[in-house]
């Protein structure tokens, strides 16, 4: 699953995706009705590529939890953001076993399932993709080696 351009704007409903850059800020697409608006600067801006969930250990990417629950859902929809509390957070005790209680509020567990929802409505859940972007990173690891070892084929000669 690809979050890249995928924003959250304070005080604008929904996610957006960013379209174009503007003198004053950025322009945005509402990824649910598809009309485009100027956003300033000033705004609260968030990318959800750049959100992660707080765990016991370490932080985790939206990227990671969304993609969890896509091989949970078969790629379909999540547990309605309107639940209760109790049932959002065993959810996602489900999926992310270890997240912090104490630091992952209710209003986080109800932006994190509505935006998977939103995403999946849209078509931009699949858990093939992710697989798909695991497989790039481990190949872009291997390359710096095989580049060092062509240069030094380069220098010999």
């Not at 969304?66 to 959002?88: F, R, T």
């Amino acid at each position: 699953m690809n979050l890249e351009g995928i924003l959250s704007i304070g005080g604008k409903p929904g996610l957006h995706k960013m379209v174009a850059q503007s003198r004053g800020g950025i322009i945005v697409e509402s990824l649910s009705d598809k009309k485009r608006f100027p956003v300033s600067q000033t705004s609260n801006v968030s990318a959800l590529k750049d959100i992660a969930i707080y765990t016991y250990e370490e932080e985790v990417p939206l990227t990671e939890v969304y993609h969890k629950i896509a091989v949970k859902e078969n790629d379909g929809p999540c547990v309605d953001h309107k639940s209760k509390p109790a049932e959002l957070g065993a959810y996602l005790e489900e999926i992310l076993p270890d997240y912090d209680k104490e630091r992952v509020y209710n209003s986080d567990l109800k932006k994190l399932f509505q935006w998977y929802n939103i995403l999946q409505a849209e078509g931009l859940v699949d858990q093939k993709l992710e697989e798909a972007a695991e497989d790039a990173i481990e190949e872009s690891t291997e390359e710096p080696n095989s580049d060092s070892s062509e240069k030094e084929e380069s220098t010999e000669g």
